[in-house]
């Protein structure tokens, strides 16, 4: 309990002294958020414009993603800054590390592999991945291809993870059971 609060201090430190945004301050300046949305932390929003940024309801931004509503580069040839909206549709994963670029729509359902690069549109039920990202798969052959993965893994509780407080065993036990070729799940 005494490091939670330690932590809470240090964060809400960081935050006034480094001019650190949160979700909460990018909603405020109008950035629209929907429900049951899973936004994970790390997330980099384009504070100058994210008014210009939708995430529909559940949605899951994995780590350290970048929703970038403009894109200065243009300013050396034409004297502006290219803007232009992001809208992330209902029930769509974005990897770690991914970038999302101005006047992008990602479609209903899609997928967005780690350390994408999105340059333009990504249609409904797709996974897409890669830099400039270009869809790989239908999510129909991606949830066949998990699933045939899943049947042949190793499947661990949520005893497994941070969450229920993995003991050492536990971890030991995963290393052992997950090979550099085999992967596993956990719940």
Not at 32 to 41: E, H, L, M, T
Not at 78 to 87: E, P, S
């Amino acid at each position: 309990m005494f490091n939670r609060c330690i932590n809470f201090i240090k964060s809400r430190i960081r935050k006034f002294f480094l001019d650190e945004y949160w979700l909460d301050d990018y909603i405020k300046l109008g950035m629209k958020v929907g429900n049951n949305c899973s936004i994970q932390p790390g997330l980099t929003v384009d504070v100058s414009h994210c008014w210009l940024i939708e995430i529909a309801d559940n949605v899951v931004i994995a780590p350290q993603v970048y929703l970038l509503a403009h894109d200065t580069s243009t300013k050396k040839y034409t004297g502006y800054t290219k803007i232009g909206r992001i809208n992330i549709k209902k029930n769509v994963f974005i990897g770690a590390r991914s970038m999302i670029m101005p006047g992008v729509t990602i479609g209903e359902n899609s997928v967005i592999g780690a350390n994408s690069v999105v340059i333009k549109s990504i249609p409904d039920n797709v996974v897409a991945a890669g830099n400039p990202a270009k869809v790989i798969c239908s999510l129909e052959e991606y949830q066949e291809k998990t699933d045939e993965i899943f049947r042949n893994a190793h499947i661990f509780s949520d005893e497994y993870t941070l969450r229920k407080k993995i003991d050492r065993d536990k971890k030991q036990q995963m290393r052992v059971l997950l090979t550099s070729d085999k992967a596993g799940f956990v719940e």
